[in-house]
């Protein structure tokens, strides 16, 4: 199967280059929420972030407890 990927800075064909500044924006956020919640759970729980991410591997949450 041949799929060509865009590069995950791009936004779609024909977008502006402001356009895809927003979106470079946007991903930066979403990635920024995700780490500060992540990091949240982490001050709770006393379990690192980083492994709450791997748990969710094809193995599921067994390979972490």
Request: hydrophobic share 40%; aromatic share 4%.
């Amino acid at each position: 199967m041949n799929v060509d990927k865009k590069p995950s800075t791009s936004a779609p064909a024909g977008a502006s280059d402001e356009d895809a500044a927003i979106a470079r924006s946007i991903r930066t956020l979403v990635r920024g929420a995700l780490k500060a919640s992540l990091a949240t759970i982490d001050a709770h729980t006393g379990h690192p972030y980083a492994s709450l991410i791997t748990c969710h591997g094809p193995r599921g949450a067994a390979r972490c407890f």
